[in-house]
Nanobody, 128 residues
């Protein structure tokens, strides 16, 4: 049973930084596309970033390019999302997702329906 557990959310002021973590357990796959999504109240779930654990592919949504950085530590089965220069519009519940044994691609990384496993989310609130 694959489990994804997010942590690191919190409340910050605009311009601040947070680093989210997604720890995977029960994982027997050699590689996966790991994605970060966010969902604000009343809005659709939005793909933020994705990283392929078996290579160097990384993708970002235009809304976070230059501010967010996704990274991984395969030894710890953990994916990170470093968020800098946070804006009030970044306020949302942030979710980690996994698609085992698949490369990430620009055409699918942002689609929630493409992923197989999801975490419970961690709240990020940015005040102005």
């Amino acid at each position: 049973q694959v489990q994804l557990v997010e942590s690191g959310g919190g409340s910050v002021q605009a311009g601040g930084s947070l680093t989210l973590s997604c720890a995977a357990s029960g994982y027997t796959y050699s590689s996966a596309c790991m994605g970060w999504f966010r969902q604000a109240p009343g809005k659709e779930r939005e793909g933020v970033a994705a990283i392929y654990t078996g290579g160097s592919s990384i993708y970002y949504a235009d809304s976070v390019k230059g501010r967010f950085t996704i990274s991984r530590d395969n030894a710890k089965n953990t994916v990170y999302l470093q968020m800098n220069s946070l804006k009030p519009e970044d306020t949302a519940m942030y979710y980690c997702a996994a698609k085992p044994n698949w490369y990430c691609s620009s055409g699918s990384f942002y689609k929630p329906e493409w992923y197989r496993y999801w975490g419970q989310g961690t709240q990020v609130t940015v005040s102005s």
